[in-house]
């Protein structure tokens, strides 16, 4: 696949919620997944781990209420694009959280991904 058909497929993934699909489909054994400074793991590496990590994320979560993903941005072997997700977690309540994700294609599978965002301090 081609970075915009590997972007394509990722953006229709998270606009149905198929947030795992779209790991197992799309993501590199070798995935690297990097958040911002003080968030909770702020680097994981490698399929299983990336995986850990959005069960991590998901056992904070009480109710999703809904996202927005945007249309992806490509340029050679990157692409980006804008999320956001309307989520009440177990400890903070509700929460409206926006975040600029970047990604990395290498021969047909994403093997990086960035997240940017302003962390939460009350986690």
């Given at each position: 696949m081609t970075t915009q058909e590997v972007a394509d497929k990722l953006?229709?993934?998270?606009?149905k919620g198929q947030f795992e699909n779209a790991m197992k489909t799309l993501?590199?054994?070798?995935?690297?997944s990097i958040?911002?400074?003080?968030?909770?793991?702020?680097?994981?590496?490698?399929?299983?781990e990336v995986l850990k990590k959005a069960a991590f994320f998901n056992d904070?979560?009480?109710e999703f209420h809904g996202n927005e993903v945007s249309d992806s941005i490509v340029a050679d072997n990157f692409f980006s694009c804008y999320m956001k997700?309307?989520?009440?977690?177990?400890?903070?309540?509700?929460?409206?959280?926006?975040?600029?994700?970047l990604y990395q294609v290498k021969d047909g599978k994403i093997v990086q991904?960035?997240?940017?965002?302003?962390?939460n301090p009350q986690g």
């Open positions: 953006v229709g993934y998270c606009r993501y590199g054994p070798n995935i690297v958040e911002p400074k003080g968030a909770p793991m702020e680097r994981v590496e490698g399929f299983e904070m979560v009480e997700m309307d989520a009440t977690f177990k400890e903070g309540g509700r929460q409206s959280m926006e975040e600029i994700c991904e960035e997240f940017f965002y302003t962390p």
